[in-house]
């Protein structure tokens, strides 16, 4: 069992920068692959990044490549997320996952795949 408790959204101007982070509970947190998606007002929930449980990997959608940076501390059970350059569209509710999953990307892109969730955090960025 894991618990995932979001922090550190907010509003920003275009082209400034937050920082996300995803504190973890539960002892197994380093077996579990991460990942950040977000849902905007009206849409389905969509794929933002995603890291291996080792860290080592990672993988992130087109819509926010060169921007965002996923990390992970295994030592402290958390996910950060950095994101930059933030653009209009980015505002959305963003919500921490995790689950055991293969490196398979049609598999970390797909929000069923993922076994445990946050409460999520707003960002909303203004222009």
């Known amino acids: 069992q894991v618990q995932l408790v979001e922090s550190g959204g907010g509003l920003v101007q275009a082209g400034g920068s937050l920082r996300l982070s995803c504190a973890a509970s539960?002892?197994?947190?380093?077996?579990?692959?991460m990942g950040w998606f977000r849902q905007a007002p009206g849409k389905e929930r969509e794929f933002v990044a995603t890291?291996?449980?080792?860290?080592?990997?990672?993988y992130y959608a087109d819509s926010v490549k060169g921007r965002f940076t996923i990390s992970r501390d295994n030592a402290k059970n958390t996910v950060a997320l950095q994101m930059n350059n933030l653009k209009l569209e980015d505002t959305a509710v963003y919500y921490c996952?995790?689950?055991?999953?293969?490196?398979?990307?049609?598999?970390?892109?797909?929000?069923?795949?993922?076994?445990?969730w946050g409460q999520g955090t707003q960002v909303t960025v203004s222009s």
């Open positions: 996952a995790a689950g055991i999953l293969p490196w398979n990307i049609i598999v970390l892109v797909t929000t069923s795949k993922y076994n445990y």
């Open positions: 539960g002892h197994t947190f380093s077996s579990y692959t």
């Open positions: 890291i291996h449980w080792s860290g080592g990997r990672t």
